[in-house]
Each structure stands twice: as C-alpha cells, then as structure tokens.
C-alpha cells in the first residue's frame, strides 16, 4: 500500500530539548512538506521541499529544521528554539510540482513534559 | 464560512439532506483551489479540486462551485451520511504554489 507514515503518533518533549519527527513515503513523490496544526486553526506551513538535497522555509519555520537526504524521507526536529512547540504536525508528499493535491500522512502530536 | 480562533463554525445536518459547506478566499489572483476533509486525530484527505477555469466541478456526492467575482467557494455534499462528520477545509494556492488554508468547518450529521 502506498502512502506517508508519520511517527511517532504521540511525542513528548522535555525542556531544552530537540526532537525529531519522522516522515516516509513510498509514493514516489517529488515534493514534500511539513505543517504545524494547532486547536480550531488551519495548517500553516513550516518547510518545504521539492527535490533531494533542497528545502525551503515556510510561514513559521522559526525553531524548525529539516533535511532532505533521500526521496522518500523528511524528517523534521523540533529545536529548543521554538517555545511553543505543542501542535499536530502534519507531514505532507505531492507528485511533480505546480498545482496538485498534497497527501498527508496520520500526524504526530508533540506535547510538552 | 471561514474564520480564525478557537471556535470552529460549526454546521449541523440532518442524515439524509445536502450539505453546502462555505469558504471565502483572498487572493483574486488564486487559480487553484482544493477541499480536503480531516477525521480528529488524522491526517487532511483530499477530496476534490478545481482550477479557476472552472466554475463547477463533480465528484462522487460531492460538488466544488467557484465563484471568482466575489472569490466564493463552496462545497456540497449530497445525502449526508454519518460517516461525513468531520472538519472541512478549504485551501488556496499562492503564486508559489503552495497551500494558504481556512480555518476549516466542523460538519456535525444528526440523526
């Protein structure tokens, strides 16, 4: 089955903390994306990447970074820089570029100890 | 419609009827538009899109109309099922191609 696999599900950070999300597809698919999710809002993009070895900062990439060392993988850490990171985060994988739909994976939801 | 907070506008549907589900988007100059649909705890799921071309467009139950001149658009699901509960977004694409997303809508189905 093809898809995005995000994990963990549930992660909690201590302060002081990095922590990385996982993201993995097997949809052959260029581009991929990350997207913080907080409580009655819509997504807002954090980075982006559409091809391997290249990213771009999104709205709020602020206490983020990413890296794209292979076409299925984009793992992003959350860095002790970013002072509010408990959200959903929501990673996101798009055949070719330009205007076509974006699949998403299940979400991690990163809670704060 | 569309709004920013804590509190989702909610729509509440009888089982059975059709749901029209609203969004007002900014950008005049936005030539895509895309409808997912997000379960508590998942991920969004696509649903349809459309391109501005476009004023209309059908899915399976589901239709997207477009209205650029006072840059409207809306979602109708027909014979609303239980299983359609869910929060409905809205999204538009940027000169960049990427997503600019609504606050979302919560479809609540009664029975």
């Known amino acids: 089955d093809g898809g995005i696999t995000q994990s963990p599900k549930y992660l909690f950070r201590k302060e002081g903390q990095n922590v990385t999300l996982s993201c993995e597809q097997n949809?052959?698919?260029?581009?991929m994306y990350w997207y913080r999710q907080d409580p009655g809002q819509g997504l807002r993009l954090i980075y982006y990447s559409q091809i391997v070895n290249d990213f771009q900062k999104g709205d709020i990439a602020e206490g983020y970074s990413v890296s794209r060392e292979k076409k299925e993988s984009f793992p992003l850490t959350v860095t002790s820089a970013q002072k509010n990171p408990t959200a959903f985060y929501l990673c996101?994988?798009?055949w070719g570029s330009g205007n076509q739909p974006q699949h998403f994976g299940d979400g991690t939801r990163l809670s704060i100890l | 419609g569309e709004s920013v907070g804590l509190h989702l506008p909610t729509l509440s549907v009888q089982e059975g009827d059709n749901s029209i589900i609203n969004c007002a988007y900014s950008n005049s100059a936005s030539d895509y538009f895309i409808w997912y649909k997000q379960e508590s705890g998942k991920g969004p799921q696509f649903i349809i899109d459309i391109r501005s071309n476009m004023d209309k467009r059908q899915g399976q139950r589901v239709t997207v109309l477009l209205n650029k001149t006072v840059k409207h658009l809306s979602l109708q699901i027909a014979a609303t099922q239980p299983g359609d509960s869910a929060v409905y977004f809205c999204a538009e694409a940027d000169s960049n191609y990427q997503l600019i997303w609504g606050a979302g809508t919560k479809l609540i189905i009664k029975p």
């Open positions: 949809l052959n698919h260029d581009a």
């Open positions: 996101a994988s798009m």
